[in-house]
T-cell receptor
Framework: AQSVAQPEDQVNVAEGNPLTVKCTYSVSGNPYLFWYVQYPNRGLQFLLKYITGDNLVKGSYGFEAEFNKSQTSFHLKKPSALVSDSALYFCAVRDQGGSQGNLIFGKGTKLSVKP | DSGVTQTPKHLITATGQRVTLRCSPRSGDLSVYWYQQSLDQGLQFLIQYYNGEERAKGNILERFSAQQFPDLHSELNLSSLELGDSALYFC?????????????FGQGTRLTVV
């Protein structure tokens, strides 16, 4: 069965510093991996995805993610954090059991960026 | 704005009651997914519809049911409500066919059962 794990419940970063939010995955075939962000009282917003190709994927709001097959990881990164990046971040993998498959989410990591 | 519309935004109801949550997917999206988000369970997949047919089922209780109509909007029906059903319910939609397409989420319906 497909799954993702986000080992950190919370990540604290100072504004202007680089940030990393970790995600590891477990899939039986080729992984389809996604990152979403949730602001308070809002729905999830798509940030980026890895399907195939370059291991470094660029997404919205200056975020990028690095796919590492040997470490089964898909960490979210940003070179310089903003206070406005403070939110809940979810890693997800596409369940390939069905013909299209639902998204299986990690538990989420709360990112707090301090001025 | 994701293009996915959910109504109502908030719902307060009593235990034992039945409610219906509505979702309009993005224009052209044939797949609709329902998720439940609670503090203790995180984001749980409930059910998926594709072009009117049930495609996948997750941790959906027997008291819950859903359908997707010919105009592609979807409804999630929750009956015999219990306090533990209080949660944020999200609808998401995605384009047809391929598993590499991202899903777009609505802003959710916050259900409070009292």
């Amino acid at each position: 069965a497909q799954s993702v794990a986000q080992p950190e419940d919370q990540v604290n970063v100072a504004e202007g510093n680089p940030l990393t939010v970790k995600c590891t995955y477990s899939v039986s075939g080729n992984p389809y991996l996604f990152w979403y962000v949730q602001y308070p009282n809002r729905g999830l917003q798509f940030l980026l995805k890895y399907i195939t190709g370059d291991n470094l994927v660029k997404g919205s709001y200056g975020f990028e993610a690095e796919f590492n097959k040997s470490q089964t990881s898909f960490h979210l990164k940003k070179p310089s954090a903003l206070v406005s990046d403070s939110a809940l971040y979810f890693c997800a993998v596409r369940d390939q059991g069905g013909s299209q498959g639902n998204l299986i989410f990690g538990k989420g990591t709360k990112l707090s960026v301090k001025p | 704005d994701s293009g996915v519309t959910q109504t109502p935004k908030h719902l307060i109801t009593a235990t034992g009651q039945r409610v219906t949550l509505r979702c309009s997917p993005r224009s052209g999206d044939l797949s609709v997914y329902w998720y439940q988000q609670s503090l203790d369970q995180g984001l749980q997949f409930l059910i998926q519809y594709y072009n009117g047919e049930e495609r996948a089922k997750g941790n959906i209780l027997e008291r819950f049911s859903a359908q997707q109509f010919p105009d592609l909007h979807s409804e999630l029906n929750l009956s015999s409500l219990e306090l533990g059903d209080s949660a944020l319910y999200f609808c998401a939609s995605s384009a047809l066919g391929t598993p590499n397409t991202e899903a777009f989420f609505g802003q959710g319906t916050r259900l409070t059962v009292v």
